[in-house]
């Protein structure tokens, strides 16, 4: 699969209210949003709160709660999706290392794939 290039060099940025990074998908032919089982994200060893995570694509933003019922989006091959972290303050300027992992529900697999990303991204100062 595509686990080493989920995370995308470089993207870590600060924003109001938490911080972001660019992501793809880890999988070779783009799903339907509704089928993206769950996104979790850890920084330095902190996990996120599935209720402080957002995922962003070609303008429209949504909970993972949303998503579940996004029937008519997607998030395609090589993508790139911002995935939003809220966390109050953001980061510190300096290296931050950033876990990212997908469950995606695939109708021919008789299981749910994780797939899991890891990085040392540097936040400009």
């Known amino acids: 699969m595509m686990d080493n290039k989920m995370i ?3 993207s870590l940025e600060q924003i109001d209210g938490g911080f972001a990074f660019l ?10 949003l509704s ?10 060893g902190e996990k ?6 957002r995922f ?6 949504y909970s ?3 998503m579940e019922t996004v029937y008519d989006d997607r998030w395609n091959f090589g993508e790139k999706a911002k995935i939003i972290g809220l966390k109050p303050g953001g980061l ?11 469950r995606m529900r695939v109708s ?9 990303d890891a990085k040392d991204l540097a936040l400009a100062g």
């Open 8 to 10: 995308v060099e470089d």
């Open 23 to 32: 992501g793809r998908l880890p999988y070779y032919r783009g799903l339907g």
């Open 35 to 44: 089928m993206i089982e769950d996104i979790a994200v850890s920084v330095d």
């Open 48 to 53: 996120l709160a599935r209720e402080d995570i």
């Open 56 to 61: 962003a694509v070609r303008g429209k933003t």
């Open 64 to 66: 993972l709660d949303q």
């Open 92 to 102: 510190s300027a300096g290296k931050h290392r950033l876990e990212f992992a997908v």
């Open 108 to 116: 021919y697999l008789p299981f749910v794939p994780t797939t899991k």
